[in-house]
């Protein structure tokens, strides 16, 4: 097989959401996986909608994902080959004016229907002599462009649905030119795979129609059509459709909330396919293992609570270097080798580690129940003379067991609730450490 090119283009009329990065996600793994070539293309041809920060907002997520692009273009600044595109249809007679209002196109559909007939457009704009398109001009109506289907059934090989078929006479002709003149993203879309030499269209099952249609554009301009490959969508834990949180939830929520970029691509890269959603050493395995004959057809259910435990997966296993950065910004002193290594394995984020901070390096308010206080007032008797080590615990707690008679759960656990003010966590024994001789006596007093 030649090396795939592929493209994902968003349109920058809003964040990037979990189901697009999927399929970011998917192209980036598919093209990566054969040596091939990831393209970014941002799909501005409506101007109006279309902002410069959503655009640096999609660039600035894809990098901290690590789906890096080997090129990258906008639509906004290829006008002129669409509109030699467009006027190349209009000459072979494919892309024609239509004159009717949005009110008159609904009256239209309604009509079909209360007749129980497919609400597709009646190709009227084709009919239309010179003089009935200047009277409408007159009128000051402004033609919108529709593209001429064949009529045909189209068939492709779908890499993820198998054998397609569209039969376009059952389609109204799409849109390609809006009455103010903007384009659809379907003609430049066209347009551009094909001077790219787009191997594969990879994106959404929502849009196996248009693909119908732009199979016909690609034919009508000259070029071959790629190859396509429609992705299920993804759909809540539940298995109804992303609520309207999730299907916005934008990687700079995720990423504020602490989540790591390989937790987000192990998770979408593996969903919905025959493989089991773990977590993975790299964009580069996840790559190596891809392969659209694993993804099924049924939708692929996100589950933030899969996300969350990835995520934990990943953070137990940060060496203290990765984490540095992130601790030091919760607090100078949390940027500690020690301090890291010894409460990762309870943290589902770095940001976790907040929890104890001051529990090693600052006060909180121990919790000693009734029934405890002498005990805890023994032990406090008891703490080993001199700098605290990681064999003071050991030496401490084995004379308090023989002190007090207490041991199990019965010695420790009041240990734990005085120095930390919680009933779980790291190792009591290594917390004494970092906290200190003054700190551990003053929280047993
Ligand atoms: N801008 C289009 C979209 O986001 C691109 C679709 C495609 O991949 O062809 O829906």
Not at 178 to 196: M, Q, W
Not at 390 to 410: H, I, P, V, Y
Request: charged share 25%; proline share 4%; aromatic share 8%.
């Amino acid at each position: 097989m030649t090396q795939p090119v592929v493209r994902f283009a968003p349109s920058p009329t809003g964040k990037l959401h979990v189901g697009n990065v999927r399929t970011a996600l998917i192209n980036w793994l598919f093209a990566k996986g054969q040596g091939g070539t990831f393209i970014l293309r941002i799909d501005d041809t409506d101007t109006e909608r279309s902002t410069a920060a959503y655009e640096q907002g999609i660039r600035d997520d894809l990098t901290w994902l690590g789906l890096t692009w080997d090129k990258t273009f906008k639509q906004s600044e290829r006008f002129d080959q669409y509109d030699a595109a467009a006027e190349k249809l209009r000459e072979m007679g494919r892309l024609y004016a239509c004159y009717e209002t949005a009110d008159e196109l609904d009256r239209q559909r309604k009509l079909q229907r209360a007749r129980g007939k497919p609400p597709v457009y009646n190709r009227a704009g084709l009919e239309l002599t010179d003089a009935e398109k200047a009277a409408y001009v007159a009128e000051g109506r402004k033609p919108h462009w529709r593209f001429k289907l064949s009529g045909e059934r189209i068939v492709w090989n779908d890499l993820v649905r198998g054998e397609q078929a569209i039969d376009t006479s059952s389609l109204s002709d799409p849109v390609l030119i809006r009455a103010d003149g903007s384009y659809l993203y379907t003609l430049p879309s066209c347009v551009d795979d094909i001077e790219a030499g787009i191997t594969h269209v990879v994106r959404g099952e929502d849009h196996v129609t248009n693909s119908g249609a732009q199979i016909e554009i690609f034919k009508a301009l000259g070029g071959t059509a790629p190859g396509m490959a429609h992705t299920p969508l993804l759909v809540g834990a539940d298995g109804a459709s992303l609520s309207k949180r999730l299907g916005s939830l934008g990687m700079g929520e995720l990423r504020s909330q602490g989540i790591e970029p390989l937790a987000i691509c192990s998770l979408l890269g593996k969903l919905g396919t025959s493989d089991n959603v773990e977590i993975r050493e790299s964009l580069a395995q996840l790559a190596e293992e891809f392969s659209f004959d694993k993804i099924g057809r049924a939708p692929a259910r996100f589950d933030e609570a899969e996300l969350r435990s990835l995520n934990a997966s990943i953070t137990h296993n940060l060496s203290f270097a990765e984490a540095q950065d992130r601790l030091a910004a919760i607090d100078a002193n949390a940027a500690n080798e020690a301090f890291w290594l010894l409460v990762r394995e309870n943290c589902e984020t770095i940001e976790d580690a907040a929890r104890f901070v001051p529990v090693a390096f600052g006060d909180i308010d121990p919790v000693v129940d009734a029934e405890d206080r002498d005990f805890i007032t023994a032990a406090a008797g008891l703490l080993p003379d001199g700098e605290i080590t990681s064999e003071t615990w050991g030496a401490w707690t084995s004379a308090l067991k023989t002190e007090t008679g207490r041991k199990g759960k019965g010695l420790f656990m009041p240990l734990r609730k005085a120095l930390t003010g919680m009933e779980r966590g790291p190792s009591v024994g290594d917390m004494l450490v970092l906290m200190g001789r003054d700190r551990a006596l003053k929280r047993l007093a």
